[in-house]
């Protein structure tokens, strides 16, 4: 599966794909936003790990034994610091070109991550299973979002933890995360975000309920323009949230 | 598949972090890693005997009650204590040579913020004394001493440098600490900003009659400020601006003549007045790297921001280096994130490098401010010394901002 394409690549292959990773991976290129909007987001998944399977952040490979699911991995923005913390991590792009660009990226950080180019639906298919299933800024882009949290109910455990990250649907979300991360900050390739299909926070848990998941946690990701940083908020889920939910 | 497992590469590096530089700031940085379970080389050109000689060489710091935290945080506080003189009051005044009375225009008294003393003088030989042993019994740390750096070579993947005697060492991250002329700067071509102020501070400690009651002086004259700043028992340490030419000359006295030239400019107030410890002079300039991070690399301490040290900030300036830079590891290494990689560091740059320019720029105003004689700027000076002596509130902000209790604080200097 996963590591067919290390045998198959070749050498000028592998620059190109470094070179992409590059691109990934540099704090101010293309993915800024979303490396400004990482720490928050680790942070978020690392104490809502820690505190559901009572793992101590302190230790040196406090994840090791969880087996995590990482959708639309990208360049793994989440696959490798879930690969240092000791997690077996498996990360899935439905974007091919992904793949062994994330694969350059992990090599050069010194890490080993099975990266698969397949789809949250073919893994449930396939009877995959997880402790921890993360699904971050994936939800939104979706035809059918029922399906596909359907999809990411059956890849979790009983007692298995779900982290889902969207953005709201409202004027402000229409005009931050449209009109200011798209066009002014050029923050996310154009046209990468559609507004009609943003889910408001309570519309996400009835999603997710309905999916045979049970919500219990959401909390807010804001911007704070003057010290350029993203911070958690509990009141303040305007634009970006992020939710856990847990697997009966 | 298998678990993920690091490949050999990481496995076979000395350590996490390699530090060039044993002088102050490397080892403060290579202590606070370890708390974070993070290992670092110290690596130092310089034998241990010649950094920790036990004579007095006349050179002290003036601690900001963040810098005591952190140093208590990293738990040397109890054997540094016994060797510190706590300041209770600062006290500024603008003064000419030869003028009968002098202005005290401005008066701060640690009475007035409930953290304690402003800060604590100490003498370099204990400070680097403490810091030294503290690395020696650490497993974390290993100190190669008498081992100069000639050359280094950083990728993506990991550092490494190269010894004299040929031998290369790998980290996954290198640490400039190796002062004001930082090679390990140059040689990853990172250029420096700095200009001189044609002035040179002498240095010395001074033994005297009367008790100096925990009180510093800072003295503004025209040539340059004169700081006296209380030391155990009865000493103070002398930190004496000039002007590059009168600082050379001075220079040139016996001790006898120094003194005598020393006198007046000092008064009475404490008695007679004795050298203490051998008489040094330090160029009076400033420069600060144009980044203090690059691929798989930070800069700390002097290597990063040489600092006139007119307002005591060197060392001080250089601690909050170390704990901001220690603060972002951990918080990095906690989340999983490579703590070496850009955009970690780029974090400690955004912190640490806007605050240091802005603390050059306003040491610099000062300065030029009051190392002048030009009776319109003095009597300004006066003014607004008077008006800030005047204002509690504005009076405290200057303490807090002098015990280095202002802007955002890292985790080792909480307290
Ligand atoms: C006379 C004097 C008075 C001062 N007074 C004050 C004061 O009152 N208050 C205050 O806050 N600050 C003061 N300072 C400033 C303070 O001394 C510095 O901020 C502090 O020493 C900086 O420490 P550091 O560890 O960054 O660098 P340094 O102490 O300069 O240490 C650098 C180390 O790097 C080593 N090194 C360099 N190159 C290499 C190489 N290629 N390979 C291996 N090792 C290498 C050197 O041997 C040295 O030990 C004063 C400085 C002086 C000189």
Sequence with gaps: MGNVMTNTVDPSEVAKFEAMAAEWWDPNGKFKPLHMLNPCRLDYITTQIAGEFEKDLDSATPFAGLRILDIGCGGGLLCEPMARLGAEIIGVDAAERNIPVAQAHAAQSGLTIDYRHTTAEAMAAAGEQFDIVLNMEVVEHVADPLAYLTACQQLLKPGGLHICSTINRNPKSFAMAIVGAENVMRWLPKGTHEWNKFITPDELFDLMRNAGLNPVDRKGFVFNPISWTWKLSDRDLSVNYVTAALKP | ?415
């Design chain 2, 1 to 415: 598949m298998d678990n993920p497992v690091r490949v050999s590469i990481l496995q076979s590096m000395n350590s996490d972090l390699l530090i060039v530089g044993g002088g102050l700031n490397g080892p403060a940085l290579a202590l606070a890693a370890a708390q974070a379970g993070i290992s670092s080389t110290v690596i130092d050109a310089l034998p241990t005997q010649t950094r920790t000689r036990n004579d007095f060489d006349g050179r002290s710091y003036a601690l900001a009650l963040a810098s005591k935290r952190m140093l208590a945080a990293l738990g040397l506080w109890k054997q540094l204590e016994a060797h510190t003189q706590p300041m209770q009051e600062i006290k500024v005044s603008d003064g000419r040579v030869g003028d009968a009375e002098v202005f005290l225009g401005l008066h701060f008294n640690s009475a007035e913020i409930e953290e304690g003393p402003m800060g604590y003088m100490i003498e370099d030989r204990y400070l680097r004394t403490v810091l030294l042993d503290a690395m020696d019994s650490n497993d974390l740390i290993t100190h190669k001493p008498e081992s100069r750096v000639v050359s280094q070579a950083n990728n993506a993947s990991q550092a490494s440098v190269t010894l004299q005697d040929g031998a290369v060492l790998t980290a996954r991250l290198l640490i400039g600490a190796d002062g004001r002329q930082s090679g390990t700067a140059q040689r990853a071509g990172i250029q420096r900003t700095g200009w001189g102020y044609g002035q040179t501070a002498l240095v010395c400690a001074i033994d005297h009659e009367k008790p100096h009651g925990g009180v510093a002086h800072q003295f503004f004259m025209p040539a340059g400020p004169l700081a006296i700043l209380p030391l155990p028992g009865n000493r103070s340490s002398i930190v004496w601006s000039e002007t590059e030419e009168n600082a050379k000359s001075i220079n040139a006295l016996s001790d006898e003549d120094y003194l005598a030239v020393l006198r007046p400019r000092f008064g009475n107030f404490l008695g007679d007045i004795d050298l203490a410890g051998a008489r040094y002079t330090y160029p009076l300039n400033l420069t600060l790297a144009n980044s203090f991070v690059g691929e798989r690399l930070a800069l700390v301490g002097d290597a990063a921001h040489g600092m006139h040290p007119i307002a005591g900030q060197g060392l001080n300036a250089g601690l909050r280096d170390v704990a901001a830079l220690a603060h972002v590891m951990s918080h990095a290494a906690r989340r999983g994130e490579d703590y070496a990689s850009p955009q970690v560091l780029a974090r400690y740059q955004q912190w640490r490098r806007f605050d240091t320019a802005s603390l050059a720029a306003a040491t610099d105003v000062f300065n030029r401010l009051f190392s002048n004689d030009n009776p319109l700027l003095r009597a300004a000076r006066d003014f607004g010394m008077a008006a800030v002596n005047a204002v509690p509130e504005l009076r405290r902000t200057f303490i807090r901002e002098a015990a280095g209790l202002t802007g955002e604080l890292p985790d080792l200097m909480r307290g």
